[in-house]
């Protein structure tokens, strides 16, 4: 099992940054992606951002070149820099991360999730 706190949201103006953190905890050794999730009101969950634990980067088209992603991995603590704020970017935030084991199995965790509201 795998724990995941967010902290980070907020209120923010259009143009302003914050910076998103999710701590990891428990079966640290089994994680091999962490990313961001989020949902706005009325809409289906998507992608944001992911990092591997290779190191590879995977963004949403809307938050590329606005958003960084990034891990700490002796810690197990991902980031979202969030720059360039938009309205559109208001929604809930949810840490992601997925376990694989030797035998190849996954499982998939979720954080409670972390409101960020953009504001025009």
């Known amino acids: 099992q795998v724990q995941l706190v967010e902290s980070g949201g907020g209120l923010v103006q259009a143009g302003g940054s914050l910076r998103l953190s999710c701590a990891a905890s428990?079966?640290?050794?089994?994680?091999?992606?962490m990313g961001w999730y989020r949902q706005a009101p009325g809409k289906q969950r998507e992608l944001v951002a992911t990092?591997?634990?290779?190191?590879?980067?995977n963004y949403a088209d809307a938050v590329q070149g606005r958003f960084t992603i990034s891990r700490d991995h002796a810690k197990n603590i991902v980031f979202l820099q969030m720059s360039s704020l938009k309205p559109e970017d208001t929604a809930v935030y949810y840490c992601?991360?997925?376990?694989?084991?030797?035998?190849?199995?996954?499982?998939?965790?979720w954080g409670q999730g972390t409101q960020v509201t953009v504001s025009s």
């Open positions: 428990g079966s640290t050794f089994s994680i091999d992606t």
């Open positions: 990092v591997s634990e290779g190191g590879s980067t």
């Open positions: 992601y991360t997925r376990t694989m084991y030797s035998d190849r199995t996954t499982n998939h965790y």
